[in-house]
């Protein structure tokens, strides 16, 4: 792999689109949720492989919420990352990982060289038609792609509603991208076979970081402050009198999608 601890190099730097978090890369940083265990304990039995020791490349990998969490895990994981605002809270809070300037649809790294690449939040950025066949090149036989999305759960109810009233808001409020993502990578290669998986899991927060995360989200963040302020202190005042004391407890739908890169015959 092509970088260096601490070191951050400038190539292919990325569409706006990708780097339209860059506004609020430090509030992305500490309100956005984490990812349970049980999503890595699925990619180990779906990849057939422990993380520990595997070389894994973490692209549009942002604050650092995922790539924390494989390091952890024992894996050897170089960060892509195109935003320069994001990439430097990434690289405050883990200074010893690798750290590189790209995007997913033309990754700057050899072919096979790498045993697992990871999408966290961030596939839906990329061009699968590019993203799809740069991926299986860089990867070695038999390494994989998993990509994953943390969903608001809707099927309990204060969060439909919340989601309702986003979507009523905002024309570009969707969450659906974890749901097509096998057919979209089925569509970039026909010979691939993707496998998903759906998890759940809670966590619980206080009421000021459940709306510092929703205004995180790139639709928030698009508006400017001054047009998301109603929106955020309309959404204050609908969840707090879910959660009058004033800690929310926030339900996720993980989509998660692994596809295994054939090995040589």
Known sequence: ????????????????????????????????????????????????????????????????????????RGARVLAVEPGPAMGE????????????????????????????????????????????????????????????WNIPDTTVPWIAEQEDRLARRLDAHRHGTGLRAPRLITEADPALRPVRRELHWTRRVPLDQHIAHLGSHSYVARL?????????????????????GGIVEETYALHLTVTLRRADP
């Open 1 to 72: 792999m092509a970088s260096h601890p601490g070191q951050q190099e400038s190539a292919h730097p990325g569409t706006p689109r990708a780097l339209s978090f860059d506004s609020v890369a430090a509030q992305y940083a500490t309100s956005r949720p984490s990812y349970p265990p049980q999503l890595f304990d699925t990619i180990e039995e779906l990849t057939g492989h422990p993380l520990d020791g595997r070389r894994v490349v973490d692209v549009g990998a942002g604050t650092g919420i995922a790539t924390r969490l494989l390091a952890a």
């Open 89 to 148: 809270q990434l690289r405050e809070a883990l200074p010893d990982v690798p750290l590189l300037r790209a995007v997913g649809d033309a990754l700057p790294l050899a072919t096979a060289s790498t045993d697992l690449i990871t999408y966290a939040q961030s596939w839906h950025w990329t061009d699968p038609a590019r993203s799809v066949p740069e991926a299986m090149r860089v990867l070695a036989p038999g390494g994989a792609l998993a990509l994953w």
């Open 224 to 244: 400017g402050p001054h047009r998301a302020a109603p929106l955020l202190d309309q959404e204050r005042t609908e969840v707090l009198r879910v959660f009058p």
